[in-house]
Nanobody, 125 residues
Framework: EVQLVESGGALVQAGGSLRLSCAAS????????IGWFRQAPGKEREGVSC????????YYSDSVKGRFTISTDNAENTVYLQMNSLKTEDTAAYYC??????????????????WGQGTPVTVSS
């Protein structure tokens, strides 16, 4: 059974940093693409970043490129999202996802089958 459990969400001031963690079980990162979505209140869900399982290529949305870094610890089966230079518009619930299409060349991440419960990030001005 695939499980994704996020942690690390918090209230942080603009300009600050935060690291989200996602403990994955029931699969390995060689099996599935892994990544993060977010959804702000009243807004559509947005793919933030993902790592393709086939070649390890990494996608970032334009809104976070240069500020966020996705990484994995394969021994711990954990994926991280390091978020720096946070802005108020980064406020959202962040969801860990697995088993979907993660394409750097097409600049998209879609159709992820597995989702965590989400962790809230609030960036204050």
């Amino acid at each position: 059974e695939v499980q994704l459990v996020e942690s690390g969400g918090a209230l942080v001031q603009a300009g600050g940093s935060l690291r989200l963690s996602c403990a994955a079980s029931g699969f390995t990162f060689d099996d599935y693409a892994i990544g993060w979505f977010r959804q702000a209140p009243g807004k559509e869900r947005e793919g933030v970043s993902c790592i393709a399982s086939r070649d390890g290529s990494i996608y970032y949305s334009d809104s976070v490129k240069g500020r966020f870094t996705i990484s994995t610890d394969n021994a711990e089966n954990t994926v991280y999202l390091q978020m720096n230079s946070l802005k108020t518009e980064d406020t959202a619930a962040y969801y860990c996802v697995a088993d979907g299409l993660c394409s750097v060349t097409a600049s998209l991440m879609v159709d992820f089958a597995y989702w965590g419960q989400g962790t809230p990030v609030t960036v204050s001005s």
